[in-house]
């Protein structure tokens, strides 16, 4: 497993931007897939974005497409999460998780990530 390790999070008004960071330490994310993922109060933990370590190839949840872009910095062994154009509805704990599972099927499902950050809470207010 790979240790992951989550920074970014905040308070922003609607319209607003902040990018989430996922650093990994243990191990380098070759030959994984690292999702975002995000839990709002009494709700469940929902994908997010994902993207590909070795293709670099993404997905997005519907409802943040446009808004989310998810990035890798190879050097740096760390994805990013962009967000733009925040709503309220985005408010959630933030979670990071890697996945040896690389095939589209398997990366916006929560069950197939291994290895979880800590979370970090995203706060938009309206």
């Known amino acids: 497993q790979v240790q992951l390790v989550e920074s970014g999070g905040g308070l922003v008004q609607a319209g607003g931007s902040l990018r989430l960071s996922c650093a990994a330490s243990g191990r380098t994310f070759s030959n994984y897939a690292v999702g975002w993922f995000r839990q709002a109060p009494g709700k469940e933990r929902e994908f997010a974005a994902a993207i590909m370590w070795s293709s670099g190839d993404t997905y997005y949840k519907d409802s943040v497409k446009g808004r989310f872009t998810i990035s890798r910095d190879n050097a740096e062994n760390t994805v990013y999460l962009q967000m733009n154009s925040l709503k309220p509805e985005d408010t959630a704990v933030y979670y990071c998780?890697?996945?040896?599972?690389?095939?589209?099927?398997?990366?916006?499902?929560?069950?197939?990530?291994?290895?979880w950050g800590q979370g970090t809470q995203v706060t938009v207010s309206s």
């Open positions: 998780a890697a996945t040896p599972y690389t095939g589209a099927y398997y990366v916006t499902k929560n069950g197939y990530y291994n290895s």
